[in-house]
């Protein structure tokens, strides 16, 4: 099975692909900017934007996995989520937050069949989630809503009794689109949030007969923890 996922799967992409979906890329990541900025910059925004919301840039660390069928162990991969914040039509009890994030997905999945291979499933994304803020007093949010993303690329690092390397995947292999839901709680200290929280994806991610093979019916999961900097300094 992993000699023919090797031949269907893998590959370098062809100089047109690769100029396409670059193209793909750079276009929807400034649709999806300037929709957030134009979210932010709105006067109705602005008018939201006093002692009662938060806005600004966040990071941290992510734990992804997805659910391979037929292999014996799954590990999480450890990436990060960086990006920008805003809360809209904010009050002292909720607020709407849009985020747009660079998060990376994927898994490191240890095969033992036929020979013991160990390949990382290495998949990143340009997210926007828009999330229902719940605020408890001025010292935590709950945080829940949807989240939408786009693959911007991926790639396969394999090591182990067949092959060594990394090869990318080609983009017809995997759905460029995903998306899901995503809950959690974040704490406040001052300008500072400190958070943690759960993406869900429903997307079956394999969107060939190849990946399929492989992946099956995998779905995006992803733990997070996050630093938030609040540059809103009236509400601090």
Same mark, same amino acid.
């Given at each position: ?52 919301? %938060? ?29 920008? #914040? ?24 240890? #095969? ?45 690092? #394999? ?37 943690? %929280? ?10 060939? %007969? ?22 809103? %300094?009236?509400?601090?």
């Amino acid at each position: 099975m992993f000699s023919s996922f090797g031949l269907m799967f893998w590959g370098s992409c062809a100089n047109q692909s690769f100029y396409i979906m670059n193209t793909k890329f750079k276009l929807l990541s400034i649709l999806l900017i300037t929709a957030f900025v134009g979210i932010l910059s709105s006067q109705d925004a602005k008018a939201q934007m006093n002692s009662n919301a %938060r806005y600004g840039i966040k990071g941290g660390f992510n734990a992804s996995n997805l659910y391979v069928d037929d292999v014996n162990d799954e590990n999480a991969r450890y990436g990060f989520n960086v990006g920008l #914040y805003g809360q809209i039509l904010a009050s002292e009890a909720f607020a709407i937050q849009p985020e747009l994030l660079y998060t990376t997905k994927g898994s490191k999945v240890e #095969y033992s069949n036929i020979v013991n291979q160990t390949v990382k499933y290495n998949l990143n994304y340009l997210e926007l989630p828009v999330l229902a803020v719940f605020k408890l007093g001025k010292a935590a949010e709950i945080h829940v809503g949807p989240y939408g993303s786009y693959l911007l690329d991926a790639n396969i690092k #394999y090591q182990g009794d067949f092959v060594n390397g990394t090869d990318e995947i080609k983009k017809d292999n995997l759905k460029s689109y995903d998306f899901g839901l995503v809950g959690g709680l974040g704490l406040n200290f001052g300008a500072v949030q400190v958070g943690a %929280r759960y993406n869900y994806g429903l997307v079956k991610i394999a969107d060939s %007969r190849a990946a399929r093979t492989l992946l099956g019916d995998s779905k995006n999961s992803c733990a997070q923890l996050y630093l938030a900097l609040n540059l809103n %300094r009236n509400s601090q």
